[in-house]
């Protein structure tokens, strides 16, 4: 995590300040995120119904979220939403939104022919995405 504050693909304004984080916070956050992502999902396989409650109630809500929820927040805290976004404090999820949207990714496709009446084929790069 030495860099990834610095160099991810949609910084945030107080990504500058956890970037300048002592190395023992950023190991932690890296431990933290693992354990809620990796491990604490497994502990929905166990018979104890008190702790699969627990892990449920850790991982299940953001995951059924759709429109008739979002429909049922009070307006009162959209609106304080929307007073606070031009600070981009908090963001909705869109992983990758600009790059991956409802268009696909753009990208440059670069063609060739011996001859400039053709036939022209497409080069293929190695590392172009879909390859």
Same mark, same amino acid.
């Given at each position: 995590?030495?860099?990834?504050?610095?160099?991810?693909?949609?910084?945030?304004?107080?990504?500058?300040?956890?970037?300048?984080?002592?190395?023992?916070?950023?190991?932690?956050?890296?431990? +933290? @995120?693992?354990?809620?992502?990796?491990?604490? #999902?497994?502990?929905?396989?166990? *018979?104890?119904?008190?702790? /699969?409650?627990?892990?449920?109630?850790?991982?299940?809500?953001?995951?059924?979220?759709?429109?008739?929820?979002?429909?049922?927040?009070?307006?009162? +805290? @959209?609106?304080?939403?929307?007073?606070?976004? #031009?600070?981009?404090?908090?963001? *909705?999820?869109?992983?990758? /939104?600009?790059?991956?949207?409802?268009?696909?990714?753009?990208?440059?496709?670069?063609?060739?022919?011996?001859?400039?009446?053709?036939?022209?084929?497409?080069?293929?790069?190695?590392?172009?995405?879909?390859?």
């Amino acid at each position: 995590l030495d860099i990834h504050y610095e160099s991810q693909c949609v910084p945030t304004p107080i990504a500058w300040y956890f970037h300048h984080m002592p190395g023992w916070f950023r190991r932690l956050s890296t431990s +933290l @995120t693992f354990y809620i992502e990796i491990y604490l #999902p497994l502990a929905f396989l166990l *018979p104890l119904s008190c702790l /699969r409650k627990f892990v449920f109630c850790q991982q299940v809500p953001f995951t059924v979220i759709d429109k008739s929820v979002y429909d049922s927040i009070p307006d009162a +805290l @959209t609106k304080f939403y929307y007073q606070i976004d #031009p600070y981009q404090i908090v963001n *909705p999820y869109g992983l990758f /939104r600009t790059m991956t949207g409802l268009n696909g990714r753009p990208e440059v496709i670069v063609e060739g022919a011996l001859d400039p009446d053709g036939p022209w084929k497409e080069f293929d790069f190695y590392s172009k995405p879909g390859n």
